[in-house]
């Protein structure tokens, strides 16, 4: 039976044309790049004008609305899918950007993420406005597979707990992200 764990001190199932050490620094920068983009500076203005948001409506559970976020972009990683990105950002955001070109290297590599499990271990609202959200936010990336085009895969190291200021805003869509900091 074929065993997907290398022996000890062979690495020869990397993907063609990417060290293991390159890979490990790509997954633990590339993941949580959303969590990582810093913010433009100064107030966001999204592109977009936030759908109005009914003074009577109750508060979002926004650990459920930053995981589906998070898993909205596992998806679109395991798909390798780009457009699929603007489920999670808000059109023509910086952070948007970022995920769009870290996805794009991954994909000009052969690779494709899968099964990314994005652990949000604690959301606290740090400013609410009607269509506008800043959250501390904080994660780690629990486990990944990355798979070549020869359906090889390798499983792809976890990191620590990190703590990121996100700013959401509510679209006709839905919540999405604007701008990441910290």
Known sequence: MPSSDPSPGRHRSSPPGLPALGLVVLLAAGLAIVLAVPSTGGSHQPSTSPAPVPASSPAPDWLA?????MQ????????????ALARVHEAGSAAMAADRALLRSWSARGLRVHDAVVRVAGVRPLLLSPGRVVLRVVHRLG???AVGR???RRAL???RP????V????TEGGWRIAAVSG
Do not use: I, M, N
């Open 143 to 145: 486990s990944a597979v």
């Open 72 to 83: 909205r972009r596992a998806d679109a990683y395991a798909r390798s899918s780009p457009a």
């Open 150 to 152: 020869d359906g090889a």
């Open 157 to 159: 190291p976890r990191d």
């Open 167 to 170: 700013v959401l805003v509510r």
């Open 162 to 165: 990190q703590a990121h200021r």
């Open 65 to 69: 609305v930053v995981r589906e976020l």
